[in-house]
């Protein structure tokens, strides 16, 4: 049954519509469960927040609207793989933040990582990226990426002299994190783009740890930002997504990537995702302030023996920070404590409030243990060479009253 698919009805859409639900109360039963109740909005107010198109597909008054619709002669969607209303406002207001003329979202963040460079390379490209780096990301690159006949090399994202002698005529990408996972370091953005553009590769920046509000890497010379929307974007632990934001023809490469393989979010997450971005700037604001102090607490601890946060003064990226991070240093801190593994064993299991979770950015603060998480696919000899060893405990810092948080971690300490 053809119901008009105007938001607001016009008179005759009206009589239409009561027609058409006249002629559907005569039918069976089975025939009213199918298509009773698929009415438009009647109303000519619009709704204040965008809803949930919560459709795989959309239909057609007749057939060669769908030609009208793909050749875009009249506005419309077709399939939700493809595009879908609730989505697009998500990636508008993404795009929006970092800046970027366009965006693409998926359903978690690895799926934003792996098409966003699988779209850039084939075999026998190179790639070159930071040596701390989300632990998943990490495994793309070393052990996925070989079976596509795509070699990455790792270096020391700060030693830019490293980075220059590691590209090569056939580097596609560079990669970095704008915070790194588990280490805090800071990229310096504007330098790495130089690199990666004077021998005519690309700059891909993970902006998870940062967020639009902290950092935009695409005023930076960035081609790529992306986001695990489970993160911060999101904020509240209940969705998973990923978004990547660049320019319109990267994106749209990108876009019909994710078509093809199909890792699309779902209408109801994206409509999550966008009632958690509404407060992004609030959160990013109290999360940076209550890391900072934490970060002091933990440094002046006797049982700690080292913090990495790029707020504190005596941070090797602190000066990196001031440059880029400009509204606060953000959230996430990590640290390690005397007695190595037992010591950090100790901590974590003393603590009351602070929750033990495998992810980070919720609105509350939790700790997790990279080595046993983020990074368990990467060899103990490997991670401990660029400083992710199993004494290391990553804490994000939630939203709460500071003084909670500090009490936690003091009496926790002091198990060891
Ligand atoms: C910096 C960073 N990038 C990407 C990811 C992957 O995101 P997702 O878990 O949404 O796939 C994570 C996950 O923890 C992360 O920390």
Same mark, same amino acid.
């Given at each position: 049954?053809?119901?008009?698919?105007? $938001? !607001?009805?016009?008179?005759?859409?009206?009589?239409?519509?009561?027609?058409?639900?006249?002629?559907?109360?005569?039918?069976?039963?089975?025939?009213?469960?199918?298509?009773?109740?698929?009415?438009?909005?009647? *109303?000519?107010? =619009?709704? @204040?927040?965008?809803?949930?198109?919560?459709?795989?597909? /959309?239909?057609?008054?007749? $057939?060669?609207?769908?030609?009208?619709?793909?050749?875009?002669? &009249?506005?419309?969607?077709?399939?939700?793989?493809?595009?879908?209303?609730?989505?697009?406002?998500?990636?508008?207001?993404?795009?929006? #933040?970092?800046?970027?003329?366009?965006?693409?979202? /998926?359903?978690?963040?690895?799926?934003?990582?792996?098409? *966003?460079?699988?779209?850039?390379?084939?075999?026998?490209?190179?790639?070159?990226?930071?040596?701390?780096?989300?632990?998943?990301?990490?495994?793309?690159?070393?052990?996925?990426?070989?079976? =596509?006949?795509?070699?990455?090399?790792?270096?020391?994202?700060?030693?830019?002299?490293?980075?220059?002698?590691?590209?090569?005529?056939?580097? +596609?990408?560079?990669?970095?994190?704008?915070?790194?996972?588990? %280490?805090?370091?800071?990229?310096?953005?504007?330098?790495?783009?130089?690199?990666?553009?004077?021998?005519?590769?690309?700059?891909?920046?993970?902006?998870? /740890?940062? *967020?639009? &509000? %902290?950092?935009?890497?695409?005023?930076?010379?960035?081609?790529?930002?992306?986001?695990? !929307?489970?993160?911060?974007?999101?904020?509240?632990?209940?969705?998973?997504?990923?978004?990547?934001?660049?320019? +319109?023809?990267?994106?749209?490469?990108?876009?019909?990537?994710?078509?093809?393989?199909?890792?699309?979010?779902?209408?109801?997450?994206?409509?999550?995702?966008?009632?958690? $971005?509404?407060?992004?700037?609030?959160?990013?604001?109290?999360?940076?302030?209550?890391?900072?102090?934490?970060?002091? /607490?933990?440094?002046?601890?006797? @049982?700690?023996?080292?913090?990495?946060?790029?707020? %504190?003064?005596?941070?090797?990226?602190?000066?990196?920070?001031?440059?880029?991070?400009? +509204?606060?240093?953000?959230?996430?801190?990590?640290?390690?404590? &005397?007695?190595?593994?037992?010591?950090?064993?100790?901590?974590?299991?003393?603590?009351?409030?602070?929750? %033990?979770?495998?992810? #980070?950015?919720?609105?509350?603060?939790?700790?997790?243990?990279?080595?046993?998480?983020?990074?368990?696919?990467?060899?103990?000899?490997?991670?401990?060479?660029?400083?992710?060893?199993?004494?290391?405990?990553?804490?994000?810092?939630?939203?709460?009253?500071?003084?909670?948080?500090?009490?936690?971690?003091?009496?926790?300490?002091?198990? &060891?």
């Amino acid at each position: 049954m053809k119901i008009t698919g105007d $938001l !607001g009805r016009s008179r005759e859409q009206a009589q239409v519509q009561e027609k058409n639900s006249t002629w559907l109360r005569d039918r069976s039963v089975a025939t009213r469960c199918v298509h009773s109740g698929s009415l438009p909005l009647p *109303s000519k107010t =619009r709704p @204040k927040v965008m809803p949930i198109f919560s459709t795989s597909v /959309f239909s057609f008054d007749y $057939l060669d609207q769908i030609d009208e619709v793909y050749e875009g002669k &009249i506005p419309g969607y077709v399939y939700s793989r493809m595009r879908n209303p609730g989505i697009e406002a998500l990636e508008e207001a993404v795009a929006s #933040l970092e800046n970027t003329p366009g965006a693409v979202a /998926f359903s978690s963040g690895m799926a934003a990582i792996t098409l *966003s460079v699988l779209s850039e390379v084939s075999k026998g490209d190179h790639v070159v990226a930071a040596k701390v780096l989300y632990g998943g990301t990490y495994t793309f690159f070393k052990d996925e990426l070989p079976k =596509r006949g795509v070699e990455t090399t790792f270096v020391d994202i700060n030693d830019l002299d490293a980075v220059k002698s590691a590209m090569k005529p056939n580097t +596609k990408i560079l990669y970095c994190e704008t915070i790194s996972n588990p %280490l805090m370091e800071v990229s310096d953005l504007e330098r790495l783009a130089e690199i990666a553009h004077s021998t005519g590769a690309r700059l891909f920046v993970d902006n998870t /740890f940062a *967020s639009p &509000i %902290l950092c935009r890497p695409f005023e930076y010379g960035a081609d790529l930002v992306i986001h695990s !929307g489970t993160k911060y974007l999101n904020g509240h632990s209940d969705v998973t997504a990923g978004i990547v934001c660049g320019g +319109k023809d990267l994106v749209a490469g990108i876009r019909s990537l994710a078509t093809m393989y199909g890792p699309v979010l779902s209408p109801f997450d994206a409509w999550l995702l966008l009632r958690g $971005l509404r407060t992004l700037h609030l959160r990013m604001q109290r999360h940076s302030e209550n890391a900072q102090k934490l970060a002091e /607490f933990l440094k002046n601890h006797p @049982k700690v023996t080292c913090v990495h946060y790029p707020g %504190l003064e005596s941070s090797p990226y602190h000066s990196l920070a001031r440059k880029y991070l400009k +509204k606060g240093y953000g959230g996430m801190l990590s640290f390690e404590v &005397i007695g190595g593994i037992q010591g950090a064993r100790r901590v974590i299991d003393s603590l009351k409030m602070v929750e %033990l979770v495998p992810s #980070l950015a919720g609105i509350s603060t939790t700790v997790s243990h990279p080595g046993k998480t983020s990074h368990r696919a990467v060899p103990l000899n490997e991670r401990e060479a660029f400083g992710v060893g199993d004494g290391l405990i990553r804490v994000s810092v939630g939203v709460e009253e500071y003084g909670d948080i500090e009490e936690d971690f003091r009496q926790a300490l002091a198990a &060891i």
